[in-house]
């Protein structure tokens, strides 16, 4: 078989083209998603990790967050994926739903390293002197901290989006057609391995080179900003 017939067998015959975009759309729905999840916890959890009482020692809540950040990162996301579809959520059948959350469960322990080092990395000084003109602790993180930590991780953020996006390529265990199941399907029917699969591998690089790129373009005005 010629490769203009592997391409044809792969993309074009039965209109196979529509399964990878279909497929796509399934991957980014769940990585969008799953972001917006991890960020949301991840700010929380960094938060209780950086909680301390009036003598400067840790609270319970930070013992908590670190305790599930550690367990998060110290186990696989596929065996996540997997606890999460056959024993928390076995009643539910929306697949998406189910891997949105054990990915965006994932994800929150990395954002809030993530969150914790750009909070870390605001000098001192700045809560001293949210302190000094009569806030309170809670209303200098809220009003000082976080607005300048926030440039400090949007673009490790991005990336941690982009390596959720490459992660969703194990939801094929909860029976998900996405990008990376539909080049397997496909290849079951061609019985070529080679099109299918190279096929899905040039769609995760476009879309994530693409994804690249905006980071870069977004880095670039953050830093010229900063400069002024």
Not at 104 to 112: D, E, P, R, W
Request: charged share 15%; net charge positive.
């Amino acid at each position: 078989m010629s490769i203009g017939e592997k391409f044809t067998a792969a993309f074009i015959t039965e209109d196979r083209w529509q399964l990878y975009f279909k497929g796509l759309g399934i991957t980014i729905e769940i990585a969008i998603f799953a972001a917006i999840i991890g960020l949301v916890l991840g700010t929380v959890l960094a938060l209780m990790k950086l909680s301390t009482d009036r003598n400067g020692k840790p609270t319970v809540w930070s013992f908590i967050a670190t305790v599930y950040v550690d367990i998060i990162r110290g186990t696989p996301s596929v065996l996540q994926l997997l606890i999460m579809w056959f024993i928390v959520m076995k009643s539910s059948d929306n697949g998406v739903l189910v891997a949105s959350i054990s990915f965006g469960l994932n994800s929150g322990a990395y954002v809030s390293e993530i969150v914790r080092g750009g909070i870390m990395a605001v000098p001192v000084g700045q809560m001293e002197a949210g302190r000094s003109l009569g806030l309170t602790k809670a209303m200098t993180m809220r009003y000082i901290i976080l607005p300048q930590a926030i440039k400090n991780v949007i673009p490790p953020i991005g990336n941690e989006f982009i390596t959720l996006l490459k992660e969703t390529a194990i939801v094929g265990y909860v029976s998900l057609n996405d990008l990376t199941r539909v080049a397997n399907l496909i290849q079951s029917r061609t019985y070529e391995a080679f099109m299918p699969l190279i096929g899905a591998a040039v769609i995760y690089f476009t879309v994530i080179k693409i994804l690249t790129l905006l980071l870069s373009q977004l880095e670039r005005r953050m830093r010229r900003s900063d400069n002024r």
